[in-house]
């Protein structure tokens, strides 16, 4: 008898990727034989990454890594106004491709009363953060990673809080009620995107109910990582592959039903070439 694969629904790019990425095929039309030239990663996948560089794109760390006057493109996490503005002077035949969910949380740090502390929940170096919590006005920030660096947070009277899209939501909802016991007057205004949710509520149901879950996604992939350890929980057997080539048989020999879920950067070439595999090694999809 076949083994069962069960897939979370929804799959693979999210709007802010799919925009992003979209962005790119347009430049190429727009500039055709022009490099384009684009800051970070614009989408946190290998896959897409490397395809992107087969076709013209030159991956670059900071805007003055980019010749003035040249083809550039900014990803979905949004820059820094300091980058903005050093773009500008270059130069730059510019498509910026920031997620407009991350522009309305740049506008709420705009907004907030500049002497309300704001706590920010997630992780410093990803550039999406960055790019927040650069057009925040808050005089006092703290950035926290964990549940636990709540209790190193000095006294406060006040607060908003604020988190990275991509957070895990249910761990987002315990770190605010957390500092809603501590802080008298708390404003939560944190919001997961509701994408990054649907892929956590669809993996999370699977992980109840499969033996085993595979996420695809790349391991600099936040909201991919998280899925492997929302799905882990449930499961205590969960992996998390880049694509069909780390896949070996040996992983499955003992599972009868197993649940699929991917990053909201994974695409659906990868997903395709991961079910086949799938497929060829014993498993049907049910729907
Ligand atoms: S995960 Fe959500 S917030 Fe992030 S790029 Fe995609 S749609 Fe935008």
Partial sequence: ???????????????????????????????PGELIYVLHELVHNSVVTQSMREKGAIFVNSVEEIPVGAVALFGAHGVTTATEEAAKKRNLRLSNAVCPLVVQLQVKAARFDPDIPLVFFGDKQ????QSILDHAVAHDIHVISSKEEIDSLPLMQRAVFLSQTTRNAE????????????????????????TVQKHQEAVRLLAQTCDAML???????ANGRYLAEL?????????????????????FDDIETLGLGTATSTPDSVIKDVIDWIHAHGFETVQ
């Fill in 126 to 129: 990803h550039p999406e953060v």
């Fill in 215 to 221: 996420i695809i996604g790349s391991p600099h992939s």
């Fill in 231 to 251: 799905a882990g929980i449930s499961t205590g057997h969960a992996r998390l592959v880049e694509n069909a080539q780390q896949l070996k048989p040996e992983y």
């Fill in 171 to 194: 761990v987002v909802a315990a770190i605010a009620k957390r500092l809603a016991e501590r802080i008298p007057q708390f404003d939560n205004q944190a919001h997961v995107c509701p």
């Fill in 1 to 31: 008898m076949k083994k069962k694969l069960f897939l979370a629904e929804p799959l693979g790019f999210c709007n802010g990727v799919r925009l992003a990425v979209q962005r790119f095929e347009d430049m190429r039309k727009k500039y």
